[in-house]
């Protein structure tokens, strides 16, 4: 290649060592997904330093297969090994953030990486000719969901989301009208049934595997509160009929955002709440250069989010569409107030609060 007098070597270098650290780093992440499906980082973090033949043999797994991950888990700086004995060891520290049981499961949520991955050869084919990847084409989409949504919206319900909206535990205590909109596996709604049963709560998606492991979970807890359906968002054919309407990382994947908010709100009784989680940005991309994640939500949104709009002829917002988007498309559906929120443990997601009165 001709190099230009602008050309700056050093710059260059420094490039080239990044591409190797993403190439590196997309492999871990690969390998973490793997770790967390088999059970490996549970089973590590319970084990002192140990072979692989033990390790494998506490997960009940093949020890070749095993071996091999820890290489990438070992020389990828989240396992300890210790070459005199042939143990590996996962720290504690570690294992806080590779683990259900511990702060936050990072390994979990890194299988959004196969997941969207899968549908790649798709994607290209919509780069080339445009329309979308449906719904349909992620398996495992809702069970990896559930899973992220537990982490950081059921857990955290009571001590972080609820106390957004004054005096509302207050109203569920006594008994109230619930709905969630594209509630996928129902795990906000299940628990919100369980923790308040003098409330009625209502869960709609219009995916029937989403419906399908709600309606199951319900069955298995025996809550007699709820009820999941199938049901598209964009016409909830309900005229003031809630108290509170929820909707969790829902609204910008929606073919129809706005039919979706007006819809929410003709549903929402003239003094009930709008609580919404949605993916943390800027409308501008030049203001998520300093999002920690940036890259990350851009690459969900463009291989998921974006993209089962796109699928169904719709807006295609993605999941960076911005917090400046999403109060100017509130305050066209019809909320008057529309207050803006950040939790300290979630910096993937911004709350808001909306009221038409
Ligand atoms: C990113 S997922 C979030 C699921 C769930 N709220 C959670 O936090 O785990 C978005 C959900 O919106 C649902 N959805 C998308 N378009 C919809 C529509 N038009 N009507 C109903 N549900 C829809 C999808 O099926 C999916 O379950």
Redo the contacts with the bound molecule.
């Keep these: 290649m001709m190099k230009d007098s602008n050309y700056n070597q050093i710059k260059a270098e420094a490039f080239s060592e990044s591409l190797i650290d993403i190439l590196n780093k997309s492999a871990i992440a690969l390998a973490l997904s793997i770790g967390d499906r088999v059970g490996l980082f549970k089973v590590m973090a319970g084990l002192p330093a140990s072979t692989s033949k033990q390790i494998a043999c506490a997960a009940n797994l093949n020890e070749r297969y095993v071996r091999e991950w820890l290489g990438t888990m070992v020389t990828g700086r989240v396992v300890n090994y210790f070459p005199e004995t042939l143990t590996y060891q996962l720290p504690p520290e570690h294992a806080a953030f590779l683990t259900e049981e511990g702060e936050y499961n990072f390994a979990g949520a890194m299988q959004f990486v196969p997941v969207l991955a899968g549908v790649e050869d798709k994607l290209i084919k919509c780069f080339e000719k445009g329309g979308g990847v449906p719904?349909s084409a992620y398996p495992r989409f809702?069970e990896v969901?559930?899973a992220e949504?537990a982490q950081t919206?059921v857990a955290a319900l009571e001590p972080y989301i609820l106390p957004l909206v004054p005096g509302l535990k207050e109203k569920l205590e006594a008994g109230i009208d619930v709905l969630d909109?594209?509630?996928?596996?129902g795990?906000a709604m299940l628990k919100l049934a369980e923790t308040y049963p003098n409330s009625r709560f209502t869960g709609?998606?219009?995916?029937e595997e989403?419906i399908r492991h709600a309606n199951n979970e319900k069955m298995k807890r025996g809550l007699t509160n709820i009820r999941f359906e199938v049901?598209?968002?964009?016409d909830l054919g309900h005229m003031e009929d809630y108290d509170l309407i929820t909707s969790?990382?829902?609204i910008h994947?929606?073919?129809n955002p706005a039919a979706m908010l007006n819809s929410i709100a003709e549903a929402l009784r003239p003094d009930g709440v709008y609580l919404i989680q949605d993916i943390a940005g800027s409308s501008h991309l030049e203001k998520n250069l300093e999002h920690p994640v940036s890259p990350f939500l851009y690459t969900i949104s463009l291989t998921h989010c974006m993209t089962v709009s796109l699928a169904y002829e719709g807006a295609g917002l993605g999941a960076m569409w911005g917090e400046e988007k999403a109060v100017e498309m509130m305050h066209a559906a019809g909320f008057e107030n529309v207050s803006v929120h950040h939790l300290d443990h979630d910096f993937m997601n911004t709350y808001y609060v909306a009221t038409k009165q």
């Design positions: 719904y809702h969901m559930a949504s919206v909109v594209g509630c996928g596996a795990r709609y998606d219009f995916s989403g049901r598209d968002a964009a969790f990382d829902a994947d929606q073919a």
